[in-house]
């Protein structure tokens, strides 16, 4: 089974923390993605990645960054944490069709 | 921009078909999804349909596409209080893998 592994399931930081979100894929996919998930608002898509090192915008990269230095291990970035970031954060990976996702990360920011 | 609407709630009793809508704006799109989220977990792929399709079925369900209309629908038979989630569906564009997902139709199924 493909598996994409979110380090955190629940996290909780300060306004102002720089924020690290990790996601590793272990089936050699070169696509990965980012996304929030708030409700009534779906799914919306913050960076993606088709490759090591190559990083692309997605709907809403304010405030985010990533990072890909190796092909299994995709990172968001918050570079200064604020209050209007609390949210589910899903990570995905695919290489042909359908994604899988991690498990998300819920972090809250106080 | 793309855009791909969902009604936000439904509610079925036990035993009774399920019928999630979906409209999206994209006609180039190649793939469509339907997605199923569990609380507290990530999505999970149900089924996909391909562009020149009307119809799939997998077991319990049943994919529905009107390409004219842009309406994708997604039917599930004898539902059960397992089936009770968070249901997305999704259009890919084409030539990408970027994937636009819709708002997500909670679906509670009573016993």
């Known amino acids: 089974d493909v598996k994409v592994t979110q380090s955190s399931r629940y996290l909780v930081k300060r306004t102002g923390e720089k924020v690290f979100l990790e996601c590793v894929q272990d089936?050699?996919?070169?696509?990965m993605f980012w996304y929030r998930q708030d409700p009534g608002l779906g799914l919306r898509l913050i960076y993606f990645?088709?490759?090591?090192?190559?990083?692309e915008k997605g709907d809403i990269p304010e405030g985010y960054s990533v990072s890909r230095e190796k092909k299994e291990r995709f990172s968001l970035i918050l570079e200064s944490a604020s209050t209007n970031q609390t949210s589910m954060y899903l990570c995905a990976s695919t290489d042909t069709y359908g994604y899988t996702f991690g498990s998300g990360t819920r972090l809250t920011v106080v | 921009g793309e855009d791909v609407e969902q009604s936000l709630f439904l509610s079925v009793r036990e035993g009774d078909s399920s019928v999630i809508n979906c409209t999206y704006t994209?006609?180039?799109?190649?793939?469509l999804y339907w997605y199923k989220q569990e609380p507290g977990a990530g999505l999970q792929l149900l089924t996909y349909?391909?562009?020149?399709?009307d119809m799939k079925q997998d077991q319990r369900l049943t994919v529905l596409l009107n390409k004219k209309d842009k309406h994708l629908s997604l039917r599930i038979a004898d539902t059960q209080t397992g089936d009770s989630a968070i249901y997305f569906c999704?259009?890919?564009?084409?030539?990408?893998?970027?994937?636009?997902f819709g708002t997500g139709t909670r679906l509670k199924v009573l016993a």
């Open positions: 994209d006609s180039s799109s190649t793939y």
């Open positions: 089936m050699d996919h070169e696509n």
């Open positions: 349909i391909f562009s020149n399709m």
């Open positions: 999704a259009e890919n564009l084409r030539g990408t893998y970027k994937y636009i």
């Open positions: 990645s088709y490759d090591v090192k190559m990083k």
